[in-house]
């Protein structure tokens, strides 16, 4: 059986590593023929099969793989049974408490792929790690992040990002976050906002599973994102690793070894984590990081910081 998630009661859509992975064969089995040829044949539109090869959303008929499978010819069999229990699986709903409308279709597949991975690895350039956010510090992130005529989506926003720390927490997922220092000083809502959060990422260093490494400002890196995250998945039947990368307020992009559009780009962005997770600093100096910020903010917010 192919795995379908972990905790179903999480709220992440479970649909989006098979459909990542339905996306993969098929395009695999498409070779070079073109999109307007297969789906001629298969009576479906381009723009359709497009989605469904870019494994972007929810497969809303598990059939529509069956017509593009008739239209590759490929034969009743072990490999054609595989794709389309995986097409039965991108076509689960995601369940009660996953808000469709809250946040980038991108982030909804983050979410949905963090349970089924087993190790996670991300880089922050700008701000505290999403899933080591407070709800508060969250909410500044969100507003200061989003044009006027966008604030209204604030609070979608901010339910999507909840559902994915709360999936990290609830998978049991080894993670490490990876953050630039300067993020430690940026005010997000306020220095007393700040201390706060800090305090709370100070606790997280002591979280099992999770590691929180600071990189420091005499350490550049090749970084032009706002957040590099990559997922290894270990489960048969399921795609191997995957980057997922996202710039500003645009939606993310995701990155697979095998995919021959996405290759270069999948080794450009792993050799940045690669060389991010040797540099940035270990455990305790990345803790004495985090309390120099504390007391810094303290200091400008007129309190005395936590010790």
């Known amino acids: 059986?192919?795995?379908?998630?972990?905790?179903?009661?999480?709220?992440?859509?479970?649909?989006?590593?098979?459909?990542?992975?339905?996306?993969?064969?098929?395009?695999?089995?498409?070779?070079?023929?073109?999109l307007a040829w297969v789906a001629s044949r298969a009576?479906?539109?381009?723009?359709?099969?497009?989605?469904i090869e870019?494994?972007?959303?929810?497969?809303?008929?598990?059939?529509?793989?069956?017509?593009?499978?008739?239209?590759?010819?490929?034969?009743?069999?072990?490999?054609?049974?595989r794709l389309m229990e995986l097409a039965a699986a991108a076509s689960q709903k995601s369940q009660p408490g996953f808000h469709r409308d809250a946040g980038a279709g991108a982030q909804q597949r983050l979410s949905?792929?963090?349970?089924?991975?087993?190790?996670?690895?991300?880089?922050d350039s700008q701000v505290v790690p999403g899933?080591?956010?407070?709800r508060a510090y969250m909410e500044a992130v969100t507003r200061a992040t989003l044009v006027r005529s966008r604030q209204h989506e604030v609070p979608g926003v901010v339910r999507s990002r909840?559902?994915?720390?709360?999936?990290?927490?609830?998978?049991?997922i080894r993670a490490v976050f990876c953050m630039q220092q300067a993020a430690l000083h940026r005010v997000m809502g306020s220095h007393a906002l700040m201390v706060e959060q800090l305090e709370k990422l100070l606790e997280y260093t002591e979280t099992p599973n999770i590691g929180v490494r600071i990189i420091p400002v005499e350490l550049p890196l090749a970084l032009q994102v706002t957040n590099l995250t990559k997922l290894d998945f270990d489960k048969p039947g399921t795609i191997t690793e995957l980057i997922y990368v996202e710039t500003g307020?645009?939606?993310?992009?995701?990155?697979?070894p095998d995919r021959a559009e996405d290759s270069a780009g999948f080794e450009d962005y792993k050799e940045i984590l690669n060389d991010v997770a040797l540099r940035a600093r270990r455990r305790?100096?990345?803790?004495?990081?985090?309390?120099?910020?504390?007391?810094?903010?303290?200091?400008?917010?007129?309190?005395?910081?936590?010790?």
């Open 131 to 134: 899933a080591l956010q407070t």
């Open 43 to 51: 009576h479906i539109s381009v723009s359709k099969l497009s989605r």
């Open 162 to 172: 909840l559902v994915r720390q709360r999936v990290v927490f609830e998978s049991g």
């Open 1 to 34: 059986m192919i795995p379908i998630c972990r905790g179903r009661d999480s709220g992440a859509p479970e649909w989006s590593v098979p459909a990542a992975q339905v996306g993969i064969d098929l395009r695999a089995l498409r070779g070079g023929r073109t």
């Open 112 to 123: 949905g792929m963090v349970q089924e991975a087993r190790q996670l690895i991300a880089v």
């Open 54 to 81: 870019n494994g972007q959303r929810r497969l809303n008929n598990p059939e529509d793989v069956a017509r593009i499978l008739d239209a590759l010819e490929v034969e009743h069999g072990p490999r054609r049974a």
């Open 284 to 307: 305790e100096p990345s803790r004495e990081l985090i309390r120099a910020a504390i007391a810094w903010h303290g200091e400008r917010a007129g309190s005395r910081p936590t010790q």
């Open 249 to 256: 307020d645009r939606e993310g992009h995701y990155y697979y």
